[in-house]
Each structure stands twice: as structure tokens, then as C-alpha cells.
């Protein structure tokens, strides 16, 4: 397990269990989060290698070896895996690229517990095809 993990590094880690490789993902979770031994998961965004013919998306951003990286790699800010912190394998570098307002996603992960749950009960009050909690 990596000691001192902090929020926007970018690491090595399977993503699911099945994976064979190790992949780089950064981490959205909260430094307290991060910094907390009895939290055994954090949140991360995963990370796949950058191809010449692939646009980047409205949600991608792209980073590179300034932020620690040896090629071009797309991070995809729409979804947030969780993982366990002893997945992770290694430290890479610290994402200088990505900022909360490139990725709406990692915004999510910052807020209180409050505003969560309103983000959720709206999200679900918009859901087309939701079935009704009783």
C-alpha cells in the first residue's frame, strides 16, 4: 500500500481484479480521505493510452509526462471507480492537468454528505425510466 496518497496523484493500479495489467488512474478522493488508515478504498479516474485517431471528448482531458506519465494518456472524467487502497501498486507522478471544473465528476467525490444526497435525489427525480421508492 502507498503511504501518504494525496488527492490529484497519479498512480498504478488494477482497476478490476480480471485486469492483467496495471493501469494509471488519479485520485479524486479527499485528502482527509486519502490521508485517513481506516478508510480502506479511494476514488479514482482511470486512465487509458492516448491514440493518435481518437478525438478527446468533452469530458477527456489528456495528460502527459509533466504529469508524471511516459505517452500521451486520456483520462475519462465521467466515471469514478472505487479501489482499494492496497491495489495500489505505485506512484507515478501528481496530475498538474486536471482541475475539478475539467472533470464535473470529481466534484461529486468533494462535496458534503448533504449536497450528495441532493445531487443524488435530484439525479433520480430526472431518471426517465425509475421506478418509484416506497
Known sequence: MIADLTQWEVVRVRIRPAD???HPAVVVSRAAVCADTRKQTVNVLYCSTKRPAVETGQTDVVLNSADGLERMTLVN???????RKD????????SLSITPRQCPASSQVT??????????????SRCPNRTSRR
Do not use: N, P
Not at 472524467?77 to 479501489?83: F, G, Q, R, S
Not at 462535496?111 to 433520480?124: D, G, I, Q, Y
Open 20 to 22: 492483467k495489467d496495471l
Open 77 to 83: 472524467c465521467d466515471h469514478i471507480y472505487t479501489v
Open 87 to 94: 491495489s495500489i501498486e505505485s506512484r507515478v507522478g501528481r
Open 111 to 124: 462535496r458534503s454528505k448533504s449536497s450528495t444526497r441532493s445531487a443524488k435525489r435530484s439525479l433520480f
